[in-house]
C-alpha cells in the first residue's frame, strides 16, 4: 500500500487551470521524482500536497485513509515536510529556535530553551553535521547549513514524507553529494521524498520513481530514474525533441581590441589578482564551485564591491572603483544570481523592471513619458520572445526564465556593452534553458561580451568560448572551452595548482 496516494487532483485559478486530473503516488522510502518546466503544475501539487492550497476536486489518502489537509499544520501533523527552494526561516533567532518554531518545546507557557538546544544537537548529529551550533544565528549559516536546519526542522515533528523543491540549487558538488548521503539515510529509515529538480544528472543519482508534468497533468509516470534516457525526460516535459541545448560558437575567436580589461584586480580574501580581458562578441566562462570568488569577481567589475588592488578599464578608461553608476553609465550590466532579490522589483510590472536603469531616456520637463516607455520595453521582451506577451503585468506573475529575460532586456534598453551573467538559468526549466542558451549567443553574436558564472559545469562549458578556473579566489587554468571537460575542470578545482 501507498504511503500516499493523490487520485484526480484538479485546481484552478482565475484564467488558468493549473492541475488537471493530476495523480501521484509515493511509496515509504522511496525518492518519487517530480520533473516538469516552470508552470507545469510543480509548484501547485506540492502547495496542495502541504495544506497551503485546497484541492477544487480529487482526494487524497495518507495509509490507506483518506484525509484533508486544510492548513500546512495538518499537514505536518500528519508526517508531511515542505523545504522549499526559498529557505521560510526566520534569520535573526537561533538554529534551536527556528528548528522548534511553532511548537516550542515548553512547559506552561515556558520555553525550555536549554531541552530545544539539546533535542537540535541530537537532530543535527543525525543530519551529520553536529558541527552547527545550536545557538547560531540562522542568517550567518551558508545555504547549505540554513538547508540542514531546515531538514532538522522537519524532522523535529513525527515526519515521514518530505518535499524538497530544487534543494541543490545554491550548493556546490560537495555539498550536494552530502544531500544525498542525508536523502540515502533517510530513506533507509522508511521516510519518503517527494524530489523537485531541474538537474537531470541528480534524478539518475537520487531517484527511484520520475513522474513529469505538463500543463497541469501527468504525462509521464513510473519512468525508472536511473535508466530512462534524458532525451525522453526532456521530449516528455517540453512536448519537442531536444538533442542540443546549446547554440552553434563561432569558428574563430575575436581579435577585436578589448571592451573591458581587468589588471591585477583583487578583494582581500575574496580573490587574488586577476587579469581579464573581455572581447566583442566573446562569451567567457568562470568555473570553480560555490566560495572560490566568482560572484564576487563579477560584483567587483559591476563596482558593487570595491578592489582593495587593480583596476577595471572600458575602452581603455579606468572605472572609478565601487561605483556601480560609473559602471553602468560605461555600458556594464550585471545579472545576479538572487534575480528576485537583487534584481528585480517583483510587484512592479515587466516594463517597469525593463526601463528601470533608462528611466532618464523617458522624461521630459520632469515628467515620464509612459507611452515611450512602454513602447520601447516592449520592444525587447518582444525580441526575447517574453511569455506571455504581456509586459503590464507583475514581474512576480511570471516564470523564471521569463524573469530572467526581464533582466536581460533591462541591460539591451540601456545599451549595454558587458553583460555579466551570475547564475542565469538558477531555477529555469530546461525548456526554458534552450531559450536563454539561444538569447545569450545572440547577444554575443551582436557584439556584446558576457562573463558567465555558472555551477553547472555542461553550462560554462556549452556556451562560453575561453574558460577561466577558480580555485580558492585564484585563476589555476585558462583555456578555450572546446580543450576542456568535466572531469578535467573538476581535477583542477579540487586539486589543480595555479597554470
Known amino acids: 500500500m501507498p504511503l500516499l496516494t493523490m487520485s484526480s487532483i484538479t485546481k484552478s485559478f482565475p484564467g488558468v487551470r493549473a ?73 535573526h533567532v537561533s538554529v534551536a529556535e527556528n528548528v522548534f518554531l511553532g511548537h516550542e518545546v515548553a512547559t506552561r507557557g515556558l520555553i525550555r530553551a536549554r531541552e530545544a538546544r539539546s533535542r537540535t544537537a541530537e537532530l543535527l548529529a543525525r543530519l551529520g553535521h553536529p558541527e552547527i551550533d545550536p545557538g547560531t544565528l540562522v542568517g550567518s549559516l551558508s545555504a547549505a547549513g540554513a538547508q ?19 534543494p541543490s540549487a545554491a550548493l556546490d558538488p560537495d555539498e550536494v553529494d552530502n544531500l544525498f548521503r542525508i536523502v540515502a539515510s533517510l530513506t533507509a529509515e522508511g521516510v519518503a521524498v517527494v524530489y523537485i529538480s531541474h538537474r537531470l544528472e541528480e534524478i539518475r543519482r537520487i531517484g527511484d520513481r520520475v513522474s513529469v508534468l505538463k500543463d497541469g497533468s501527468v504525462v509521464a509516470r513510473d519512468l525508472p530514474a536511473r535508466t530512462t534516457p534524458t532525451d525522453e525526460l526532456v521530449a516528455r516535459m517540453t512536448g519537442r525533441d531536444v538533442r542540443s541545448a546549446f547554440p552553434a560558437k563561432p569558428g ?54 570595491r578592489p582593495t588592488a587593480g583596476r577595471v578599464l572600458v575602452d581603455g578608461r579606468p572605472l572609478r572603483p565601487g561605483s556601480i553608476p560609473a559602471a553602468v553609465r560605461a555600458g556594464i550590466g550585471l545579472a545576479p544570481e538572487e534575480r528576485k532579490s537583487q534584481a528585480l522589483l517583483m510587484l512592479e510590472s515587466v516594463t517597469r523592471n525593463v526601463s528601470v536603469s533608462s528611466l532618464s531616456r523617458f522624461a521630459r520637463a520632469g515628467w515620464l513619458d509612459r507611452g515611450r516607455e512602454r513602447a520601447a520595453a516592449h520592444r525587447h521582451t ?36 558587458v553583460l555579466l551573467l551570475d547564475e542565469p538559468t538558477r531555477g529555469v526549466d530546461v525548456g526554458a534553458r534552450a531559450e536563454l542558451y539561444a538569447v545569450i549567443r545572440r547577444l554575443a553574436d551582436e557584439g556584446v561580451c558576457v562573463l558567465l558564472v555558472s555551477s553547472e559545469l555542461p553550462e560554462v562549458l556549452g556556451l562560453a568560448d575561453r574558460v577561466l578556473v577558480l580555485k580558492e579566489g585564484r585563476v589555476v587554468h585558462t583555456a578555450p572551452a572546446h580543450e576542456l571537460d568535466e572531469h578535467r575542470v573538476l581535477d583542477l578545482v579540487m586539486e589543480g595548482a595555479p597554470a
Request: net charge negative.
Open 19 to 91: 492541475l488537471d486530473g493530476v495523480d501521484l503516488d509515493v511509496e515509504e522510502g522511496e525518492v518519487h521524482c517530480l520533473l516538469g518546466q516552470n508552470g507545469a503544475g510543480k509548484s501547485t501539487l506540492i502547495k496542495v500536497l502541504s495544506g497551503a492550497h485546497q484541492p477544487d476536486e480529487g482526494e487524497i489518502t495518507w495509509r490507506g485513509d483518506p484525509v484533508r489537509l486544510p492548513t500546512p499544520v495538518s499537514a505536518m501533523r500528519l508526517g508531511i515536510a515542505t523545504i522549499y527552494q526559498e529557505l521560510d526561516l526566520v534569520e
Open 148 to 166: 540542514i536546519v531546515s531538514m532538522a526542522r522537519a524532522l523535529s515533528h513525527d515526519v515521514r514524507l518530505i518535499i524538497m523543491d530544487e
Open 252 to 305: 574563430a575567436p575575436s581579435r577585436s581590441e578589448p571592451v573591458l580589461r581587468a589588471e591585477g584586480l583583487a578583494r582581500d580574501g575574496e580573490f587574488a589578482p586577476l587579469d581579464l580581458q573581455l572581447r566583442p562578441g566573446e562569451i567567457v566562462g568562470l568555473a570553480g564551485l560555490v566560495g572560490s570568488g566568482r560572484s564576487e569577481i563579477l560584483e567587483t567589475l559591476y563596482g558593487a564591491r
Open 382 to 417: 518582444r525580441d526575447l520572445a517574453l511569455h506571455p506577451d504581456s509586459p503590464e503585468r507583475a514581474v512576480s506573475t511570471f516564470s523564471g526564465g521569463n524573469q530572467q529575460k526581464a533582466v536581460l532586456a533591462r541591460w539591451l534598453l540601456h545599451g549595454c556593452r
